[in-house]
């Protein structure tokens, strides 16, 4: 079955600090991965995809398929990046199913 | 810009009610979901589709039915409200899932706060 596990619910850091938002899952098979965020007030827009390989605001994510992980990573930390992020996992098969972990609340002090 | 819009923001219904989520995107997508958001859970899975008329189960779809008769429009329906259906409901819809280098992105709808009072 598939499953996505982010095993902190918040990280709380102090600006200028890495982050390290984690993310398991398990699937049988070669699933496309995502994290998301959620700025307050906002919608849940995408953030970046293991495919694409990007930094977007300065964080990346690998892909590791051995220990089945997507950490989200940042060397320096925001203000502007306190906000919810997701990790998602979809398949090709099954409908195009996608489905979500539980959420980590980032909170980044000043 | 790619719009997913769900009719309501916020809706007030009584236990027991038949109730309509409904939820509208503008770029021609096959994928449409249905979820609900919750403290410490998560997004939940209810309901997908993959194309007009067809719906697959999600991980939480009891209590829950959905509607696409056309395209454009994914419809979620609660049979008979309850008050722990009381949530923020996300409706997303993308492309279905290729081997483009782009990957297939979900785009969210502004969401809908339900409350069974």
């Known amino acids: 079955a598939q499953r996505v596990t982010q095993p902190e619910k918040l990280l709380s850091v102090f600006k200028g600090a890495p982050v390290e938002l984690k993310c398991n899952y398990s699937?049988?098979?070669?699933?496309?991965l995502f994290w998301y965020v959620q700025y307050s007030r906002q919608r849940l827009q995408l953030l970046l995809r293991?495919?694409s390989r990007e930094s977007i605001k300065g964080f990346t994510a690998d892909l590791n398929k051995g220990e089945t992980s997507f950490h989200l990573k940042k060397p320096f930390a925001q203000e502007e990046d306190s906000a919810m992020y997701y990790c998602?996992?979809?398949?090709?098969?099954?409908?195009?199913?996608?489905?979500f972990g539980q959420g980590t609340e980032l909170s980044v002090k000043p | 810009d790619v719009k997913v819009t769900q009719s309501s923001r916020y809706l007030v219904k009584r236990t027991g009610e038949k109730v309509f989520l409904e939820c509208v995107q503008d770029?021609?997508?096959?994928?449409m979901f249905w979820y609900r958001q919750d403290p410490g859970l998560g997004l939940r899975l209810i309901y997908f589709?993959?194309?007009?008329?067809?719906?697959e189960k999600g991980d939480i779809p009891e209590g829950y039915s959905v509607s696409r008769e056309k395209k454009e429009r994914f419809s979620l329906i609660l049979e008979s409200a309850s008050t722990n259906q009381t949530s923020m409901y996300l409706c997303?819809?993308?492309?279905?899932?290729?081997?483009?280098?782009?990957?297939?992105?979900?785009?969210f709808g502004q969401g809908t706060r339900l409350t069974v009072v």
């Open positions: 589709s993959y194309d007009v008329k067809m719906k």
């Open positions: 699937y049988s098979g070669s699933p496309e």
């Open positions: 293991h495919i």
């Open positions: 997303a819809s993308s492309f279905f899932p290729s081997l483009l280098p782009q990957g297939t992105e979900a785009f």
């Open positions: 998602a996992l979809r398949s090709y098969n099954q409908g195009g199913k996608l489905i």
């Open positions: 770029m021609d997508h096959e994928n």
